[in-house]
């Protein structure tokens, strides 16, 4: 049995449809991730795990148990962490943490082993209203205060989101402890980088699941060679690539354009900037020479190009233009 299973989930704001019939199935101690940008889905999603809404459409168990019939009973069982800060401002971080002990029957003394690792980091300013901590420190109190009650699986709705990188890395390292300790985590992030942390993971985009699998496998499923392009006037090449993906009439270029130059850019099928590149993917035919020679003619000399492993967010992309086609 899953430990968290939803089956055919729709879920609607009036006209606005948040969530388009997702199934997806998480295993009993996974770390399982759900990647997308904002308004993907991801947080009416974990509202309806965490037993705080029920869906348009479907049904999701927990546990074995049913999210809206047996809420009262999951509650007992799940830890919930929301993307924005919930905790009290005007109460200190040893008072909110003894506030949440108590709505669950227990003492920070008894669990006081599994938050450790976590609140020993804060406990020097435990004295300090939650209001005047920083990012990174709110976090941890967040994340303390969901695990207080000892749940058995724990929902974080984009819990880095806002922190600085130190406190990112931070908070994955925590999570891969709670998991040695048996807990299942399901964890929603728009950062890619983070979806290699997981067991799996399922993107998600207009509240539809575009695949489901290890990151390793999401990465491998892409289906062209993937190019990087590197040039040190990056805006210029990521403007340059563009201009032929967008110009509607490669016979009849405007007026400057690109393809004025003695040898047009051969078409490129997609054109993303990532970091200090751009990837690019060629149609048959089209050489990674081609690409170099046009940019060279074309003002942009001393461009490289070289073929790159494909990202979890190259990966994204290509299912997002295929769903979107």
Known sequence: MPAVAAYNITHRYGSVTALDDVSVTVNDGELFGFIGPDGAGKTTLFRIAATLMIPSEGRMTILGLDTVKDYRELRNHIGYMPGKFSLYNDLTVEENLNFYATIFGTTVKENYRLIEPIYKQIEPFKKRFAGRLSGGMKQKLALSCALIHKPR??????????????????????????KSEGITIIVSTPYMDEALRCNRIALIQSGKILGIDTPQKIRDSYSQKLYAVRHAEKYKLLL??????????????????????????????????????????????????????????????????????????????????????
């Open 240 to 325: 340059a690539l563009r201009s032929v993906l967008s110009s509607p009439d490669r016979e009849n270029p405007a007026p400057g354009s690109m393809l004025h130059a003695p040898r047009p850019l051969p078409l490129a099928t997609s054109a993303e900037p990532f970091g200090d590149s751009v990837h690019i993917t060629l149609p048959p035919g089209t050489a990674p020479g081609d690409i170099i020679s046009a940019l060279s003619a074309a003002g942009l000399p001393g461009a490289t190009i070289t073929e790159t492993t494909p990202g979890v967010e190259d990966v994204f992309l290509e299912l997002m233009k295929r769903e979107m086609s």
């Open 153 to 178: 699986i724990l929902i974080l709705d984009e819990p880095t989101t806002g922190v600085d990188a130190v406190s990112r890395t931070e908070f994955w390292e925590m999570l891969a402890g709670l």
